[in-house]
């Protein structure tokens, strides 16, 4: 199983800074205007470089709005600060730099432990705008301390309640907020849900279990379906390998264009019956044209870095007996069959990203076209120095799209 840690700081905090993402731009949802239909939250964008609990969020939202129809935002923030708890504690911090990064197995863990906290409830002004400016405060002020205030000895950071009381403060946690956590998950937070020292809600905290949210169904076999919860769909297990009946698989997508075109099929499958589907990916910023679409890898390497998001829709050609089927029109169910023959190419992926409207479709606002020249690479990895020139000798090929996280049985 490849489990690649999404490295986005750098991207996007220098994206959020030199090139002016916009807030506000979060009112979008088209979910009748595709080849499939997935429902979708409205659009966020990350401060800093924790676009896998984005991605996540929007994977939980897109799947509860399916289920009950109802628009809920979860918060990244909270998922960041247990994040950055067991980094803290595990000894994972090398000096003062924290590192954001991550993978949708770790994301699991985190929801199947502390389960999630609502945007609203968490920081309630990262509930007022599309941009949690929250994060990038609480992340200079913890790195402060790892720096030179209470955590920067390797002593204080095995203190897990003097790292909580830290972290509470960088966040700038209400009296409220900081005694829900303490009441559920320990003032050390040594209590985790589904662990030996079991956590247990109190009355009226804002803390939610991961089987409290509902997130879809599943067919048995015996024609019956059974109600499912994100519970079921993060599974159980460590940071790195998850387990269970439905939980979600990550799919390597492999070198050779027939095995491509497979781990393609997979994905489309589960989007076709109404899943969303998960992609991790690697973004170089030159690739990008300004009207949301990477068509091809640059001549130019450019500022580069790991990335996740969702996928909303696809675009696909030489569908037999069909042609082409255009994203932005909802495919009928004899198309979308016709849609999975291997000698069917598809074009470009659609996908709903976390940068606001930076540069992204005019008519979708927060969503970008991903080109298979694109994902399909080869590009060049490279090492760039502070005008972003690639270094040389550094540069290797890599595949942009590493995987797809699809729903068991696809």
Not at 212 to 241: E, P, R
């Amino acid at each position: 199983m490849k489990t690649t840690s999404l490295l986005s700081l750098t991207i996007l905090a220098s994206l959020t800074t030199l090139a002016g993402c916009s807030v506000g731009s979060d009112t979008s949802d088209s979910s009748d205007q595709k080849v499939v239909q997935i429902p979708e939250s409205p659009v966020k964008n990350q401060a800093i470089g924790n676009c896998w609990l984005y991605a996540t969020g929007s994977w939980v939202e897109s799947m509860h709005k399916a289920a009950t129809g109802e628009v809920v935002s979860t918060s990244e923030s909270y998922w960041s600060y247990w994040d950055w708890f067991n980094t803290i504690t595990s000894g994972g911090v090398s000096g003062s730099t924290l590192p954001t990064g991550g993978f949708f197995p770790r994301a699991a863990w985190l929801i199947q432990s502390y389960g999630y906290m609502y945007q609203a409830d968490f920081i309630p002004a990262d509930s007022l705008g599309d941009t949690q400016n929250s994060q990038d405060t609480a992340l200079t002020a913890i790195q402060a301390s790892l720096a030179t205030g209470a955590l920067a000895t390797p002593e204080s950071r095995q203190n897990a309640t003097l790292v909580r009381a830290e972290l509470d403060k960088a966040w700038g946690l209400s009296t409220d907020v900081a005694a829900d956590l303490t009441a559920t998950f320990g003032a050390d937070g040594s209590k985790a849900f589904g662990g030996t020292n079991a956590a247990t809600l109190a009355s009226g905290t804002h803390v939610h279990r991961a089987s409290d949210l509902a997130t879809g169904s599943i067919a048995n076999a015996d024609g019956t379906t059974s109600k499912m919860t994100l519970a079921d769909f993060v599974g159980t297990g460590d940071s790195y390998s998850r387990s269970g009946p439905y939980v979600w698989q990550e799919v390597t997508y492999p070198d050779d264009a027939a095995s491509r075109r497979q781990a393609q099929i997979r994905a489309q499958k589960a989007l076709n019956s109404g899943w969303t589907v998960l992609m991790s990916w690697y973004v170089d910023f030159n690739a990008l044209d300004g009207q949301g679409h990477f068509n091809a890898p640059p001549a130019k390497p450019g500022r580069q870095g790991g990335h996740m998001t969702v996928l909303e829709d696809y675009q696909i050609t030489d569908v037999p007996g069909f042609g082409t089927l255009p994203a932005g029109e909802l495919a009928t169910p004899a198309e979308l069959t016709a849609s999975l023959d291997p000698s069917a190419k598809i074009e470009f992926l659609r996908t709903k990203n976390s940068w606001g409207n930076y540069e992204s479709l005019a008519s979708m606002p927060g969503y970008f076209d991903i080109y298979e020249a694109y994902f399909d690479g080869p590009m060049q990895e490279c090492q760039v120095d502070g005008d972003d020139n690639p270094i040389d000798g550094t540069c290797t090929p890599q595949t942009p799209l590493g995987e797809f996280v699809v729903p068991p049985g696809f």
